[in-house]
């Protein structure tokens, strides 16, 4: 029985990568979305709401929810559950719309 | 083929899942010149998604049924001419009333409008145009709010298998899997072998309600395999059936700690004093899918109510929507699996092929794929009979339960909206609080907003009208009347380059050799 989804499909990744999330070092692998992971840290929120600041982040995994959105690279708004993790990639907990800087 | 560079395709195909695959390749073998467009990078749409080729996974079919089906699909890809599009989202399908050249499918072009890039934010919108269009757009998950159901670690059922398939990665190391729908059965089996600890399947209707379809059953006997096959894998994996069950509360401050689980009535009404708690650190909780049809009704295409509360697209015997020119294929004409998929994929092929050739289809292979088409059509439906939810569901919920997860619009407010202001369905309820006006366009609180507005009748399926299919910057609008817009064509080089903030590499998903 496998113990991990990796072994249960044989996965033999490329080289592991970091990225960084809230200042934290995540560690990555090839061909993962940033979604993907977070997860895979432990890690399952990555945004706080407008209206209420509670946390959330991945729902629905496809891209259809946008409950995901998270600031990637200083970009707000992006859907963590499609954009792929890249090395030395910045995740940030996205406040709100994401926008503060603007003042509105 | 296109002989120019604005010549346009004769087929544009939107979704490479089984039904778009099965319609491109198709068609291309039938001598059509294709463009098969997608939002991912890799074919196979929900039900095959696969991780990225850098995870190197050995054996991807360990997490899926039907693998040959898939691969075979990929050969037949890897073999055509059909443009793969890969990073494709589209937003819109208009009629191009430029020059008519008709080509025979229908008057005048259809004019296909994506974004690029891994989330659509890529800098150079594309647009394609076609003598026909098939839609296989495939489905998304339909939820149904609890209290507690916004707190990280409460994932859809569809969305914990779509990250696993993908991504390799699971939400938690005990996950409560409900909901309603045969989809949980292959959810929790596919987390159990993937190494999470499955407490139980929380199913809301009874599973008995199936002998209420004794014809359906008997004439698919390979979904009842199927069933069989998930049901060996929950024993073996010490997993719980609990049918006629809700969750009805998620414990936990900032992630998920314990669920608790109560008997419904027929009705789906909690029976008080049944509640049970079970602890687990993930709840993949979802009810079925619903069909993705709004390029299909901004375009005023004929739908029909299903008898899971849904709406699906109105097709014909040959999957032409009521708009001439204008295929679908898949769960957009109600959800029905992939076998199903694949064979209307197949069926509105030669049929467009027919069409845009001006020579009969083949009567046989029509009438053959025809005859299956309506055995599993008949499946599907006695299906969404069985896990339609039910009436009394809305007990459920506490006034202070948000219902739209975008705008964080609670029960209450909902109530008051159809209470005290007299909105009677979706729309007015919007309007009134915004609920599914948010980034989802109603697609999380759409089947629950209609049921309350409802008020404990049978509820309207949403019309599922959304102007736009993906949220678009304006700079894409911006273009559409900018004759320099790029343009797909066969003659061109790469149009899949998504410039902007993106460097995700689409490669086209031809890998002729499969593991």
């Avoid at chain 2, 208009?94 to 934010?121: N, R």
């Avoid at chain 2, 936990?252 to 004093?273: F, I, N, S, Y």
């Avoid at chain 2, 993906?470 to 790029?486: F, K």
């Amino acid at each position: 029985m496998a113990r991990t989804p990796a072994e249960l499909v044989g996965a033999q990744p490329g080289p592991p990568f970091r990225i960084t999330f809230d200042g934290r070092a995540v560690t990555a692998l090839p061909g993962q979305s940033v979604a993907a992971a977070l997860w895979g840290a432990g890690i399952l929120a990555w945004r706080t709401t407008r209206v209420g600041g509670r946390p959330r982040g991945a729902f629905c995994g496809i891209g259809q929810c946008y409950d995901c959105l998270a600031t990637i690279n200083g970009e707000p708004n992006r859907r963590a559950c499609l954009v792929p993790a890249r090395p030395g990639d910045t995740i940030t907990t996205q406040e709100g719309h994401g926008r503060a800087a603007l003042g509105v | 083929m296109p002989l120019s560079a604005s010549e346009p395709y004769d087929l544009a195909v939107i979704g490479a899942g089984s039904a778009g695959l099965a319609g491109a390749v198709t068609a291309g073998e039938l001598g059509l010149s294709v463009a098969l467009l997608d939002t991912s990078v890799q074919t196979g749409g929900q039900f095959y998604r696969t991780p990225a080729p850098t995870l190197g996974a050995v054996r991807p079919e360990a997490l899926h049924h039907d693998w040959s089906a898939y691969t075979d699909l990929r050969r037949r890809l890897a073999r055509s001419d059909v443009r793969h599009l890969p990073g494709h989202h589209v937003w819109s399908v208009t009629k191009d009333d430029e020059e008519g050249v008709g080509g025979g499918a229908g008057d005048g072009l259809w004019a296909v409008h994506a974004v690029t890039g891994a989330d659509g934010g890529g800098e150079r919108p594309v647009r394609v145009r076609a003598r026909a269009v098939l839609l296989a757009t495939g489905a998304y998950e339909r939820q149904l709010p609890f209290p507690g159901w916004t707190l990280p670690g409460v994932v859809g059922a569809g969305g914990a298998q779509a990250m696993l398939k993908s991504g390799l990665v699971l939400p938690g190391r005990r996950v409560v899997v409900a909901g309603s729908g045969p989809l949980l059965l292959a959810v929790a089996s596919s987390l159990a072998a993937a190494g999470a600890r499955v407490p139980a399947v929380v199913e809301a209707s009874g599973y008995l309600r199936y002998a209420r379809h004794p014809r359906a059953l008997a004439t698919n006997p390979h979904k009842a395999a199927e069933a069989l096959i998930h049901g060996a894998a929950l024993l073996r994996h010490r997993v719980r059936l609990r049918p006629r069950s809700a969750v009805t509360e998620v414990h936990g401050t900032d992630r998920v700690e314990a669920v608790t689980v109560t008997r419904l009535d027929r009705d789906w009404r909690p029976v008080r004093g049944t509640g049970r708690r079970i602890a687990c650190d993930a709840l993949a909780v979802g009810h079925g899918l619903v069909p993705q049809i709004e390029l299909a009704t901004a375009l005023d295409c004929a739908t029909r109510p299903l008898p899971d509360g849904t709406r699906a697209l109105a097709l014909d015997g040959l999957q032409e929507t009521s708009v001439r020119g204008l295929w679908a294929a898949g769960e957009a004409g109600g959800v029905g699996g992939a076998q199903l998929a694949r064979l209307e994929g197949e069926l509105a092929a030669v049929a467009v092929a027919a069409r845009i050739l001006g020579r009969p289809a083949h009567a046989g292979r029509v009438r053959e794929l025809g005859r299956r088409r309506e055995r599993m059509r008949a499946f599907a439906d006695a299906m969404a009979a069985v896990h339609a939810p039910a009436p009394g569901w809305p007990r459920w919920l506490t006034d202070d339960t948000d219902v739209c997860r975008c705008e964080e619009v609670t029960a209450g407010r909902i109530r008051e909206a159809v209470e005290d202001l007299g909105a009677r369905d979706g729309r007015t309820v919007k309007l009134l609080t915004r609920a599914g006006m948010g980034w989802c366009q109603g697609r999380m609180c759409g089947a629950a907003v209609a049921c309350l507005a409802a008020r404990g009748r049978t509820a309207e399926p949403p019309a599922e009208r959304r102007p736009f299919a993906t949220p678009v910057p304006l700079s894409a609008l911006a273009t559409l009347d900018d004759p320099t817009m790029p343009l797909v064509t066969e003659s061109e080089g790469p149009a899949d380059d998504p410039g902007g903030h993106t460097t995700t590499t689409f490669e086209p998903d031809a890998s002729p050799g499969d593991s």
